[in-house]
């Protein structure tokens, strides 16, 4: 046998397949025709993707080239950001099926996705303070600290110098950001630089000024008594009473005199009368002796 033939018979002129071999020559001879082919009909299958505008979300691509009339196909739906699947075109053919001899054009149409409002993304910010020396070391008590975090842009923000013992403020640090200013979207940074302060000199003690003394008491003078003066009844009679001289006296500290009472003068009057009447009765009695 051959492949593709098949045998149809002898040739006319071949002596027979089988005998008895004669003087001289035979020759046999098989004819053989070629196998017919029945002839297979084919067909192709493509599959494209685009938008209800006529926007090309995906180019079309083979599914089935030249494949056999009859063999089956499949196609699927895809997914496009932004876009939702709204059907096959009008003109597509089936989405799944058999190959038919030609071809087929295969159309899945979407159509933009509605747009949504978003809400915008606020900006924010944050600020942060430290206190350094000189040498930009951070003072104890004066490290990193946050003023604002994730604060608002356009917001206030407020730092202030503080004390330290020892140190002075000097400056603000070149890339600092403002003392007092409104925030921004990121990150700042206030920085305040201080200074060592001189050892201080002790001050010259000042010599101490005695306390002045208290004024003394001016001592208060004992009053002096004027005692019983006797006298004797006459026709001018004057009755001496007991009478009490009391001198001035000076108040403690001050100086001022304290006047004797008018009732008191009086009396003292009346008394110098009576002794000097007294002394004139005597002088007339050793005048008459």
Known sequence: SFTGYHFVGMDKKSDPATGVVSEGTKH???VYEKDETPEVKKGSVDVKYVTTDGKVLEDV?????NAPVGEAYTTEEKSFDGYHFVGMDKTSDSANGKVTEGDKHIVYVYEKDPEVPTTPVEKKGSVYVKYVDENGNELPGGEKTIVIKNGKVGSYYFTTE???DGYKFSHMSEDSANA???VIEGEQLVVYVYTKNNTPQPEPSEPEVPAPSEKPETPQ???KDVTDV?????TSKVNAEKVTVNKAT???QTGDKKENNSSVMGLVSLGLAGLLGLGIKRKEEKDNH
């Open 28 to 30: 046999v001879i098989y």
């Open 61 to 65: 691509t083979k599914v089935k080239d």
């Open 162 to 164: 503080k004390d330290f």
């Open 180 to 182: 007092t200013g409104k």
């Open 221 to 223: 003078e004992e009053s």
């Open 230 to 234: 006797p006298t004797k009844t006459s």
């Open 250 to 252: 000076v108040l403690p």
